[in-house]
């Protein structure tokens, strides 16, 4: 189940309204529909099992178990924060940082960066390829001076 919830495949039962005139059978059960608002695919199936079947074979085929848009959690840094690292899943390596390059999931630029790093006297090493971060150095304080 958790694996469909973090994937966002919904399935969910389906009713009709019926006949107006006998409120017993005003709601009626049609269907289990399985939904990705992602990929915007829909369908129904008579059972939760099939439902459930499909919603997993959608989330395997279209979505990788390990990431969410390649983005895949890779713990939090003291001074970077929460990092975040390119799915390994999902597509090849980086070939300039062989995949070890992190992204700080706080900062949306690399000058955002560089500019709380310095009020540590640190300064971000980025990858070539990937432009993630790669190392955490000090700040010679003789060039800086
Ligand atoms: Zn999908
Ligand atoms: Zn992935
Ligand atoms: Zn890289």
């Not at 107006?20 to 059978?25: L, M, R």
């Not at 990788?64 to 969410?68: A, D, K, P, T, W």
């Not at 700080?104 to 630029?109: E, G, I, L, Q, S």
């Given at each position: 189940m958790s694996l469909l919830n973090q994937q966002r495949v919904r399935v969910a039962a389906t009713y009709a309204y019926g006949d107006?005139?006998?409120?017993?059978?005003s709601k009626q059960f049609l269907a289990w529909t399985v939904f990705c608002p992602c990929c915007a695919f829909g369908s129904a199936f008579p059972t939760w099992l099939q439902a459930m079947a499909a919603g997993l074979l959608h989330a395997q085929l279209f979505h990788?178990?390990?990431?969410?848009d390649r983005q895949m959690p890779a713990g939090r840094d003291d001074v970077l924060g929460e990092l975040y690292e390119r799915c390994p899943a999902c597509g090849p390596a980086c070939e300039d940082c062989d995949g070890i390059a992190v992204y700080?999931?706080?900062?949306?630029?690399p000058a955002d960066l560089a500019a709380d790093l310095e009020t540590f006297k640190l300064a971000a090493v980025f990858c070539d390829?990937?432009?993630?971060?790669?190392a955490v150095i000090p700040l010679d304080p003789e060039v800086y001076a």
């Open positions: 107006p005139w006998s409120p017993a059978t990788c178990r390990f990431c969410i700080p999931a706080n900062y949306d630029t390829g990937c432009h993630g971060v790669v």
